[in-house]
């Protein structure tokens, strides 16, 4: 298991104060877990007319297209299936939030996601039924906005090993919005995507190699994936395509809107090694400065390693929006 | 013949212990026996001496702990006068103390006084002595009719202050003074000779000197008089002053500064006494019987002021010196304190004085800063302070490392200033001008062209008073008391990338207070006192920020929000009346009725509030007395709660109730209990909620915040103190509280709040062993702060972090806090100053104690967030 020292600075400075631990890093995942959830469609857009009164059920089923809520989920350490199940609901942060309705979506098994050919899917569809309609509108009836700043229900995914304790699963829940087009110019999201992620290694004198498309594709898939000695170290920038960081109007309490830029954020994970940053992109800081958007990967020790080996490599794009996209890659270090 | 000479034989035979009969067990040792520093020549008996009759007369002579003959004995009675004799003679006899296993103690010792006629031929005239009454000041002695042959002053080692009510004299010719206001004294028609001039004080070690004088000649002289246990610092002697309050704590000038653990910060010291709950991580947070730090006020010589720290929990801002006392009122406190609901803290501040030219100095690893009072006239004086931090210089050895490539500047620097000119009018009164000010500032610079990023980053908090003072009598015992004060409190931050041409994000507050208090008070009969007076408040608060403004969105996560400029303002303007009255219903029974009004007008809507209090005390006897209370307390919603776009204009006034039922115990002039029951019922409090109300067009606002918060509590209070003398002081206070808050928004039940701890003990004890040294040691035990306990976590794929599951809001606390401090100080004494080096050790025992905890990334494992570890401090401080 490895672990991260974290030294935090107290809130008395001048007093020294700090409180070190040595937890799990964030970015290596080393057991079950939920890595990434995405829906084909993450929030969509009903038109609604106030001036005809309270909008008809019937009106905003006609209106609402299915979405299909797929995750991305890791085993690095056993050779397994997974049993999941997929639940419709209003999210809380036990999952489904208690005494609210619920639907249940799908339950199964899958292949091991890290050695499956081909790549398992773990997904379920909502469809936009009486069923939707029940849970949104009892979150309507809750919502002080009275909907203006969307409806959010979700997908809360319950997932674990073939065989083991439920009691042991994994939770995760993503949110699904449905928002209501007001002012006019509300949009429907679109997940955020990329053309390609390019790798620069760093050499011996920590100087960066030109860089080049990094292969994607998971371990099993690839031939050819990227090598690396131990320790050595790779920037990996994400190259987006253009038009991702979409323009979108947000409503305002006041009834107008007002208009933003996406700034989509990465979420770098691996089995192994280690990350400069675990996370980057997102809004500028307090000082201007734009937020990076890549990492560097730092391959792990010749030590920990037994022979060559292949290390399972995530990237999680997502926008304010609620849009997700997955990416898999594999690193290959040679002692 | 030509005259008696009466021959004394001191014998100490078998010292006694004093305490009579001597207790069986434990053994007690003399190490070291009383020496007769000064005797009295018995009156011969006339009749006995006509018919040419000796006698020896053996006594007891009881001598007291000082030196003091108590009591004398005769162990064999002799007649003729003789016993009587010896007995007076006995009786006047001054003795450096005996010490019974190492400390000075009573003593008894057996003695024999012989009276023997001599015969001695006259070879000159024997000098004259000057007549041993006389009617002059009590400073001057001798023949008032004849010049001054002697003249001196009685000053203190150390310091030079000039020391008042020293008994001098010159046991040869049984003359003595004692010293006048100024510390000087003088004799009259001393003949030549040579002699021994004592003087002796209880709080200083005794004083024997040889002087010569020759004939016409005048002489003069300084006596140096070392204090008891060999430290120079003041000690403050309060007289009894009318009390109109139930419970006030309050702390002297030498306690401020000696307190182990609280590096010399005279406000932590607060921290030590019952009714406050213990801050985290050593903040100088007030925690009074579980109100929020905002609701006690601090009030410097009566006019509030804000926090009074320097930045990063650093010390406050006042230097002790500048500081009369300090008065902790955690409940039911006098009406002249207003627009608190809390409890309240007062600064006393020090007048200066025209006794010449004296000051003091620290330094230490993380500030130096030193005070200077001098003389200008002989009514006017002034007092300088000041304190400057360098930790920018060692900040560099803490901080993490900046990844290989990158650069980090980081300069915090803090510094404080205060000034006082005094100006005494005599029987107009006197004025005097205080300002103080102080400035905490942090910069960070941070370049790392590997990632991309730099960050130039400022901030700043200012703080600015002036206070002007002018007290004079009403006559009676009424005082006038007439305080303007001005003040500018800035707070400004700035955030910009390296070499930016302006900043990215910026904010500056800054608040301008004028005030103005007039006070009347003293005893008006017999059986009357009052404290009365106007308090005027107006302060105008100015926001400007360039800042990503997202309060009119309804989700804004996550979203990229452009800065834009920002202007705000707020104003307040407050007037209170209030009046104190305290009735001596019989010679036991003490009523305080009170009466507070308060006018505001906030953001142009006026409010206000109408606080009735009503204290008693009732003298059981001599020791015990018992004491009560009721009263009414309202407290102005923050200016920030009433800004017409990011809060709320229409919230109102809090409102709290204070109960309280107590007792005190003084059994003797050094000990005192106090204890207390309290309940304090806060509402109507101001919380921020982040409801909407749907408007008639549809539209939507925020509430922001609403007067509905609930804050109770309750609980139990008891200090027991050993006044300062001039080896000790101490105190143990121990809390027993519950305070629990409920509002509409986050709790719809009543949970502990953050800081509750149902018990709080603080123990407190400085000791002078002597030679200087001054050893402390401070113990504190409090129950850990309620905590929420986290009982899973379930990922939250819109975000890609964990979402903790929480159970039971507050339903578990942190371990119990034990800390020991101590501190060990040595002062080296010479005439005209005195050196001091000082070690304060905070946690000696290395205990890891809990503050709170943190979480693994998805909270299934936890470690402590820990308090200080073992942190010695070394400083040096001089005084003269």
Redesign the interface.
């Given at each position: 298991m490895r672990a991260l020292l974290i030294c935090r600075p107290g809130p008395a400075l001048i007093t020294f104060v700090a409180a070190c631990a040595s937890f799990e890093s964030p970015d290596i995942v080393i057991d079950t877990r939920v890595l990434a959830m995405s829906a084909t469609v993450p929030d969509q857009v009903i038109d609604i007319d106030l001036s005809m009164g309270q909008p008809q059920p019937a009106d905003l089923l006609d209106q609402m297209v299915p979405s299909t809520m797929c995750a991305l989920v890791a085993d690095p350490t056993f050779d397994r299936r997974l049993r999941f199940s997929m639940t419709l609901c209003q999210r809380c942060d036990e999952g489904c939030c208690e005494g609210g309705a619920r639907v249940a979506l799908t339950e199964g098994f899958i292949e091991d996601p890290d050695i499956a050919i081909p790549a398992p899917e773990m997904c379920a569809t909502v469809e936009p039924d009486g069923n939707l309609l029940g849970i949104v509108l009892q979150i309507l009836e809750a919502d002080t906005f009275m909907g203006l700043g969307g409806i959010d229900y979700g997908v809360v995914l319950q997932v674990g090993g073939e065989g083991e304790d439920p009691a042991l699963d994994q939770i995760a829940g993503k949110t699904l919005r449905l928002n209501p087009r007001i002012p006019a110019e509300v949009t429907a999201n679109a997940n955020p995507s990329l053309d390609r992620f390019d790798a620069a290694p760093y050499t011996e004198d920590s100087r960066t190699m030109d860089p080049f498309p990094l292969p994607m594709g998971r371990c099993v898939d690839q031939i050819a994936p990227l090598e690396l000695v131990p320790t050595q170290r790779v920037r990996i920038t994400p190259v987006e395509t253009e038009g991702t960081r979409e323009t979108y109007v947000v409503p305002t309490i006041d009834g107008e809107g007002q208009t933003f830029t996406e700034s989509p954020t990465y979420q770098w994970l691996a089995v192994a090694g280690s990350y400069s940053s675990g996370s980057t992109g997102g809004p500028r800081d307090f000082s201007g400065n734009p937020a990076p958007l890549f990492s560097e990967f730092r391959a792990p020790r010749a030590e920990d390693l037994d022979g060559p080996t292949d290390i399972p490599l995530w990237i999680i794009q997502r926008d304010e929006r609620l849009g997700a996209t997955w990416y898999e890659t594999c690193i290959r270090v040679v002692p | 013949m030509r005259f008696c000479v009466v021959m004394l034989a001191l014998l100490v035979a078998t010292p006694a212990l004093a305490d009579d009969p001597p207790a069986p067990a434990p053994a007690r040792t003399v190490t070291k026996s009383p020496a007769l520093i000064q005797a009295v020549a018995p009156e011969y008996p006339p009749a006995a001496l006509a018919a040419g009759k000796t006698a020896k007369v053996k006594v007891k002579i009881y001598i007291d702990a000082t030196g003091v003959v108590t009591k004398v004995d005769v162990l064999e009675k002799v007649g003729d006068g003789f016993d009587e004799a010896a007995v007076a003679a006995a009786m006047q006899y001054v003795f450096d103390p005996a010490e019974i296993d190492g400390k000075p103690a009573a003593i008894a010792v057996e003695t024999a006084i012989n009276f023997v006629i001599e015969t001695k031929q006259p070879d000159e005239p024997p000098p004259r002595a000057p007549p041993k009454t006389t009617t002059g000041p009590p400073n001057h002695a001798g023949g008032m009719e004849q010049p001054i042959t002697l003249q001196g002053e009685v000053v203190e080692r150390g310091t030079r202050r000039k020391l008042a009510g020293v008994i001098v004299s010159i046991s040869e010719l049984g003359l003595d003074v004692v010293t006048g206001e100024d510390g000087t004294f003088y004799f009259h028609g001393i003949p030549p000779g040579g002699y021994t001039v004592l003087a002796v004080d209880p709080k200083y070690d005794r004083l024997k000197r040889g002087i010569a004088i020759a004939k016409r000649e005048k002489i003069e002289t300084r006596l140096w008089m070392r204090p008891r246990g060999g430290n120079p610092y003041e000690t403050v002697v309060e007289g009894e002053r009318e009390v109109l309050e139930v419970t006030k704590r309050t702390l002297q000038r030498q306690q401020l500064t000696s307190v182990p653990g609280t590096f010399g910060d005279p406000i932590r010291v607060i921290q030590t006494l019952p009714g406050i709950q213990r801050a985290p991580?050593?903040?100088g947070l007030l925690l009074v019987r579980g109100s929020n730090p905002d609701d006690t006020g601090i009030f410097v010589d009566g006019h509030e002021v804000p926090s009074v720290f320097h930045f990063?929990?650093?010390p406050s801002i006042f230097n002790a010196e500048m500081l009369e006392s300090i008065d902790l009122y955690p409940g039911g406190f006098p009406a002249r304190f207003g627009r608190k609901h809390g409890g309240a803290v007062a600064l006393e501040l020090r007048p200066t004085k025209s006794d010449g030219i004296h000051g003091s100095a620290k330094v230490d690893f993380?500030d130096a800063g030193g005070y200077v009072r001098a003389p200008i006239t002989k009514h006017l004086s002034v007092a300088f302070a000041g304190r400057r931090s360098y930790?920018d210089a060692f900040l560099g050895f803490?901080?993490?490392e900046p990844a290989?490539g990158a650069q980090r500047i980081v300069t915090p620097i803090y510094y404080d200033y205060a000034t006082r000119i005094d100006y005494n009018l005599e029987e107009d009164g006197r004025v005097g001008l205080f300002v103080i000010g102080s400035s905490d500032t942090l910069r960070v610079l941070d370049q790392d062209p590997d990632?991309?990023?730099?960050?130039?980053?400022s901030s700043s908090v200012k703080f600015f008073r002036v206070i002007g003072n002018y007290t004079r009598s009403l006559g009676g015992d009424m005082q006038l008391t007439l305080s303007p004060a001005w003040g500018r409190d800035t707070l400004s931050f700035s955030?910009?990338?390296a070499e930016?041409a302006g900043p990215?994000?910026s904010l500056a507050i800054v608040n301008n207070t004028l005030s103005y208090r007039l006070r009347a008070h003293g005893r008006m009969d017999k059986r009357l006192t009052l404290d009365t007076g106007i308090d005027l408040l107006s302060r105008a608060t100015r926001y400007e920020a360039l800042v990503p403004i997202d309060d009119?969105?309804?989700?804004?996560?996550?979203?990229?929000?452009d800065p834009s400029k920002l202007f705000r303002g707020a104003t307040t303007l407050g007037v209170g009346t209030y009046a104190d009255v305290g009735i001596d219903v019989t010679t036991k029974l003490k009523l305080i009725p009170s009466l507070r009004l308060d006018m505001y007008l906030i953001e142009g809507q006026d409010r206000g509030s109408i606080d009735p209090r009503l204290v008693g005390r009732y003298k059981v006897d001599k020791e015990w007395t018992i004491k009560g209370y009721v009263g009414e307390f309202s407290q102005p919603p923050q200016p920030e709660a009433v800004d017409t776009r990011f809060g709320n204009p229409n919230v109102g006034i809090e409102h709290a109730t204070h109960f309280g039922l107590g007792w005190e115990w003084k059994p003797s002039r050094l000990w005192s209990l106090d204890s207390e029951f309290y309940y304090a019922r806060r509402r109507d409090l101001v919380v921020f909620t982040s409801?909407?109300e749907?408007n008639d067009?549809?539209?939507?606002?925020?509430l922001n915040f609403v007067n509905e918060g609930r804050r109770d509590s309750m609980g139990f209070e008891i200090m027991i103190k050993r006044e300062i003398s001039e080896r000790m002081f101490g105190w143990l206070s121990y809390t027993y509280s519950k305070a629990h808050q409920k509002n509409r928004e986050r709790f719809d039940r009543f949970v502990p709040t953050a800081f509750d701890q149902s018990h709080v003990m603080n123990a407190v004890a400085s000791y002078k062993p002597g030679k200087g040294f001054e050893i402390g040691a401070r113990f504190q035990m409090s129950t850990g702060r309620p905590d929420t306990p986290i009982i899973?976590a379930?990922?939250?794929?819109?975000?890609?972090g964990y979402?903790?599951?929480?159970g039971p809001t507050r339903s578990q606390r942190t371990p119990t806090f034990r800390q020991i401090d101590a501190r060990v100080e040595k002062v080296w004494l010479y005439n005209t100053w005195s050196l001091g080096l000082y070690i304060d050790v905070i946690n000696v025992t290395n205990t890891k104690n809990v503050?709170?905890f943190?979480y693994?990334?998805?909270f299934k494992?936890k470690?402590?967030?820990?308090?200080?570890p073992i942190?010695p401090t070394l400083g040096l401080r001089g005084t003269w």
């Open positions: - | 991580f050593g903040l990063l929990g650093g993380i930790i803490v901080l993490p290989p990632a991309e990023v730099s960050t130039d980053l955030g910009a990338q930016a990215f994000t009119n969105l309804i989700n804004s996560s996550g979203i990229d929000v409801d909407v749907a067009d549809g539209t939507f606002s925020y899973g379930t990922y939250d794929a819109d975000s890609g979402q903790a599951i929480r503050e709170a943190e693994d990334y998805r494992e470690a402590p967030v820990t308090s200080f942190l």
